[in-house]
């Protein structure tokens, strides 16, 4: 981005005048920190992300609090490990695959870049179908509008500032008004407490798929990969980085558990949800046409800041580090409008390429894992001679065992396509 701090020189290698290390406490960086914790977290937060809690709810209930608590604990671990190996390291998760194993790197980028595309026709979509909820645009039209906002957000001379503050902004925005209709609908909270530790059913398909959404694909790197252009990166920053990824997934937790309980009220209350659109359908029965109104800016929100961790996150894997920081932007601005171009002639993904996409999604995750927790147990030279915590990789090795059922599941995925 255009107001990357210059990086810290590396070990052994002499400082450059402004290349000194970087403290994260500093007012700058703090802001680089949050932006890029709300990043992940709102690129979590899509139209899919919605769609999933709210046909998880009406079929599970209050049970499903029980698979919201076992996902977040999976998704703390993996983004624990990811953002650790990728800032104290200071380099990208491509970057450090190249170093781990020939072609390895490049591997991990295509499928970043692929699926990254692919669901950014989808984020596109959710924009338009937002503004049309929000205003009654025509969906086409408010899917441009959209786009083009992304783009001027990275065509601003200060773009990484410009990133920063509207994903921090929209996420609030997101967890106020879903807030507003939680209260509405007057959930029994009681009953959703019991069964997050002690659940009435069990469904481990629906846990898996929850962990999928949230940290496979390009959502694993988005936030890391902000951070370090930021310039916030080392073992002197370790405690901040550690603290960022956490609160990042409590964000994606609140704004889940909000929109549960939303859904949980109105589902409580004897409402039987059987439109196309059962997340715009709750909304409207918990708080009348200011609540489809409020659902509008929700869904546009979510996707809005889903096209611009994906374009963001897409592009960082198919660039260097080192780069151009207004190329890479242009680059961005490029993705986002080929992206906008797809879905103004399909109206929006085609169904055979989300599963596509999904599958890579589901790749991903045990691939490029797997990558830094290899690097967290035996590249120690990447790590700029830092002692990996045992007990972290640990949770990280038993994460990744859950990823690779995640990825056999997309296997399935894919062989849907050809059956």
């Known amino acids: 981005m255009s107001t990357e701090a210059p990086r ?22 703090r802001t680089a920190l949050l932006g890029a914790m709300f990043l992940m977290a709102t690129s979590a937060i899509g139209p899919g992300f919605i769609t999933q809690t709210t046909v998880f709810t009406v079929q599970l209930g209050a049970a499903f609090a029980f698979a919201i608590l076992v996902s977040i604990l999976v998704d703390i671990a993996v983004q624990l490990n990811v953002w650790r190996v990728i800032g104290v390291s200071g380099q990208r998760a491509q970057e450090l695959g190249s170093k781990v194993l020939p072609g390895a790197g490049i591997v991990l980028a295509a499928l970043v870049f692929v699926g990254g595309a692919v669901f950014n026709i989808g984020n596109i979509a959710g924009t338009g179908l937002g503004l049309n909820a929000m205003l009654g645009l025509d969906p086409k039209i408010g899917g441009g509008i959209s786009a083009v906002i992304a783009i001027l957000i990275f065509l601003s001379k200060r773009a990484g500032m410009a990133l920063d503050r509207i994903v921090v902004l929209l996420g609030a925005v997101m967890i106020l008004l879903m807030l507003y209709v939680a209260i509405v609908a007057a959930p029994p909270v009681g009953v959703a407490l019991k069964n997050t530790v002690l659940p009435e059913e069990v469904d481990f398909l629906v846990i898996t798929t929850l962990i999928g959404g949230t940290v496979g694909g390009y959502i694993t790197y988005s936030g890391a990969h902000r951070m370090i252009d930021s310039g916030v990166s080392g073992v002197e920053n370790v405690k901040q980085i550690s603290r960022s990824s956490v609160l990042g997934i409590l964000v994606t937790c609140i704004m889940r558990v909000l929109l549960f309980l939303a859904i949980f009220g109105v589902v409580a209350g004897g409402v039987a949800l059987t439109s196309d659109n059962m997340a715009a359908e709750a909304f409207g029965a918990a708080a009348g046409e200011i609540g489809v109104r409020i659902f509008g800016v929700v869904l546009w929100a979510a996707a809005l800041t889903s096209v611009i961790g994906a374009a963001f996150t897409s592009i960082s894997f198919v660039t260097k580090s080192s780069g151009n920081p207004r190329t890479r932007n242009l680059l961005t601005v490029a993705f986002i409008f080929v992206c906008a ?23 991903i995750l045990p691939f490029g894992f797997a990558i830094l927790l290899w690097v967290a147990w035996r590249r120690r030279d990447l790590l700029h001679g830092y002692v990996y915590p045992k007990w972290l990789l640990t949770i990280g090795v038993l994460a990744w065992l859950l990823t690779l059922y995640l990825g056999w599941n997309s296997l399935a995925g894919l062989t849907k396509l050809w059956s």
């Open 8 to 29: 810290p020189a590396q070990p052994g290698q002499p400082s450059q005048p402004g290349t000194e290390p970087v403290n994260a406490n500093s007012g700058g960086h």
């Open 341 to 363: 171009v797809a879905y103004l002639f399909l109206g929006q993904a085609p169904q055979t390429l989300l599963i596509f996409a999904g599958a890579f999604n589901g790749l």
